[in-house]
Nanobody, 115 residues
Framework: QVQLVESGGGLVQPGGSLRLSCAAS????????MGWYRQAPGKERELVAG???????DYADSLKGRFTISRDNAKNTVYLQMNSLNSEDTAVYYC?????????WGQGTQVTVSS
């Protein structure tokens, strides 16, 4: 059974940083894509960043330069380094993994940016 375990969320002050991690287990096929989405209250879920098996990365335009996605293939883990956080980054962040023509989602981790 595939499991995605997210960690690293929490409360941070404006201008601060957080690093999210998502470890995938039970994956049988190669992982084609790993990414992070977020959903703020009253808004639709949106792509934050993604990384392919070939290490090609993609970011939401508004987040380029502040967020960095990376992956450790040996650990089936994807990371999201978030810097210069502001209140608009407050949301539930979801890990997404695409493998074997199936999309898997984590349970979500809350990120709150507030003083």
């Amino acid at each position: 059974q595939v499991q995605l375990v997210e960690s690293g969320g929490g409360l941070v002050q404006p201008g601060g940083s957080l690093r999210l991690s998502c470890a995938a287990s039970g994956i049988i096929f190669s992982i084609n894509f790993m990414g992070w989405y977020r959903q703020a209250p009253g808004k639709e879920r949106e792509l934050v960043a993604g990384i392919t098996s070939g290490d090609r990365t993609d970011y939401a335009d508004s987040l380029k330069g502040r967020f960095t996605i990376s992956r450790d293939n040996a650990k089936n883990t994807v990371y999201l380094q978030m810097n210069s956080l502001n209140s608009e980054d407050t949301a539930v962040y979801y890990c997404n993994v695409y493998s074997g023509r199936t999309s898997y989602w984590g349970q979500g981790t809350q990120v709150t940016v507030s003083s």
